[in-house]
């Protein structure tokens, strides 16, 4: 599975971007996948996750109310949807999937077997 992450740039605090994951090799149907981010110094961060069957979704803290995951397995394709950006959400964001990833796991970047290459998303105060 390749996994190719876009939809990163600049914003100002306050504004929204969508991400985009596009997944090619193998369907991702039966996969899980997730956002994970790292800023400069620090370790990856997990940011939002569904499972294959596009329900429940999983957020983290940080970001519960304001981001938003969604798949569309016709499309081997997740996005996040990120509203209410502010500069703490500055970091490189990676989408990642994981075959047969306990549920109880689908936070631990360890649980996902193949990772993009990550898209910078910078916001301004």
């Known amino acids: 599975v390749q996994l190719q992450a876009s939809g990163g740039g600049l914003v100002q605090a306050g504004g929204s971007l969508r991400l985009h994951c596009a997944a090619s090799?193998?369907?991702?149907?039966?996969?899980?996948m997730g956002w994970f981010r790292q800023a400069p110094g620090k370790e990856h961060e997990f940011v939002a996750a569904v499972r294959w069957s596009a329900s429940p979704t999983y957020y983290a803290d940080s970001v519960k109310g304001r981001f938003t995951i969604s798949r569309d397995n016709t499309k081997n394709a997740v996005y996040l949807q990120m509203n209410s950006l502010n500069p703490e959400d500055t970091a490189v964001y990676y989408c990642?999937?994981?075959?047969?990833?306990?549920?109880?796991?689908?936070?631990?970047?360890?649980?996902?077997?193949?990772w993009g290459q990550g898209t910078q998303v910078t916001v301004s105060s």
């Open positions: 990642a999937a994981g075959l047969r990833t306990i549920l109880s796991l689908i936070r631990v970047p360890a649980s996902y077997h193949y």
């Open positions: 090799g193998r369907a991702v149907s039966g996969y899980a």
